[in-house]
């Protein structure tokens, strides 16, 4: 199995970096399997004080790999959020790139977010006959319901000026070496922490986003299982590939 995702441990930090750049690190299952596993050893490594997920290429993370609908459990997402949002380490996200649809799941998990100028973030799944239900599970309690209700409905495309106005993100930069120094800066500070405190600190920010999600998670991954296997979907997802036009779009 091609390495999709790498793993590297410096100074108490693991560096988790989605290295499948040709299909714009897309969540496929290899992907999502190598993830699920950088986490757990993440989590047992007692010198591990906090985790930093980023990527490679322009993109972060497109969201899920369409070349294999149908094919997916969508149990493995929601399994894969809830494990970076009960990690008990912080979890630091580092973008420079396109974020969409699932890469939104990612995000809206992680503790910290800090994004540079060169991030855009889009969800557009509404355009392809589809909702963004699971990762919603995350997303929602980021942002307003003015926000959400704007980009879950119109698929625009947002900087990280706005992401940040939001609560998408922690922190828009203006350049990669701005998003390097927030990114030591916060890391430098966690390394302060003890595992005991920064675990229940975490705790504490997490616990009402659990509640909610154990709550509504088998229903929302239904809900998305159903959405997928339409033939409006179909559609939407055949249009997206082929860079047509899908039939319901209109000028």
Same mark, same amino acid.
């Given at each position: 199995?091609?390495?999709?995702? !790498?793993?590297?441990?410096?100074?108490?930090?693991?560096?988790?970096?989605?290295?499948?750049?040709?299909?714009?690190?897309?969540?496929?299952?290899?992907?999502?399997?190598?993830?699920? *596993?950088?986490?757990?050893?993440? @989590? $047992?490594?007692?010198?591990?004080?906090?985790?930093?997920?980023?990527?490679?290429?322009?993109?972060?993370?497109?969201?899920?790999?369409?070349?294999? *609908?149908?094919?997916? !459990?969508?149990?493995?997402?929601?399994?894969?959020?809830?494990?970076?949002? /009960?990690? %008990?380490? %912080?979890?630091?996200?580092?973008?420079?790139?396109?974020?969409? *649809?699932?890469?939104?799941?990612?995000?809206?998990?992680? +503790?910290?977010?800090? =994004?540079?100028?060169?991030?855009?973030? *889009?969800?557009? /799944? =509404? @355009?392809?006959?589809?909702?963004?239900?699971?990762?919603?599970?995350?997303?929602?309690?980021?942002?307003?319901?003015?926000?959400? #209700?704007?980009?879950?409905?119109?698929?625009?495309?947002?900087?990280?000026?706005?992401?940040?106005?939001?609560?998408?993100?922690?922190?828009?930069?203006? +350049?990669?070496?701005?998003?390097? #120094?927030?990114?030591?800066?916060?890391? +430098?500070?966690? @390394?302060?922490?003890?595992?005991?405190?920064?675990?229940?600190?975490?705790?504490?920010?997490?616990?009402?986003?659990?509640?909610?999600? +154990?709550?509504?998670?088998?229903?929302?991954?239904?809900?998305? =299982?159903?959405?997928? =296997?339409?033939?409006?979907?179909? /559609?939407?997802?055949?249009?997206?590939?082929?860079? $047509?036009?899908?039939?319901?779009?209109?000028?």
């Amino acid at each position: 199995m091609p390495e999709l995702v !790498r793993f590297d441990v410096d100074a108490g930090i693991a560096t988790i970096t989605l290295d499948s750049p040709d299909n714009r690190n897309a969540i496929s299952a290899a992907l999502v399997e190598q993830l699920i *596993a950088h986490l757990g050893s993440a @989590r $047992q490594d007692t010198a591990v004080r906090a985790v930093v997920l980023t990527h490679t290429g322009g993109t972060f993370c497109a969201g899920a790999d369409l070349s294999e *609908a149908g094919k997916s !459990r969508p149990e493995v997402m929601i399994d894969l959020m809830r494990m970076i949002l /009960e990690l %008990p380490k %912080p979890v630091i996200g580092r973008v420079d790139g396109h974020v969409r *649809a699932g890469g939104f799941g990612f995000l809206g998990a992680c +503790d910290l977010v800090a =994004a540079g100028a060169s991030s855009t973030f *889009a969800l557009t /799944e =509404a @355009r392809i006959g589809v909702a963004p239900s699971m990762i919603s599970l995350t997303v929602l309690p980021r942002l307003s319901s003015r926000a959400a #209700s704007r980009y879950f409905l119109t698929g625009e495309k947002f900087g990280a000026d706005i992401a940040q106005d939001i609560g998408l993100i922690t922190t828009a930069v203006a +350049d990669a070496a701005d998003l390097d #120094s927030v990114v030591a800066g916060w890391c +430098d500070n966690l @390394r302060k922490g003890s595992p005991q405190g920064l675990a229940a600190s975490k705790a504490l920010t997490t616990a009402h986003v659990l509640r909610e999600f +154990d709550r509504d998670a088998a229903r929302l991954a239904s809900e998305s =299982a159903v959405l997928f =296997a339409s033939d409006e979907a179909r /559609e939407g997802m055949t249009a997206f590939l082929t860079r $047509q036009p899908p039939p319901w779009a209109s000028e």
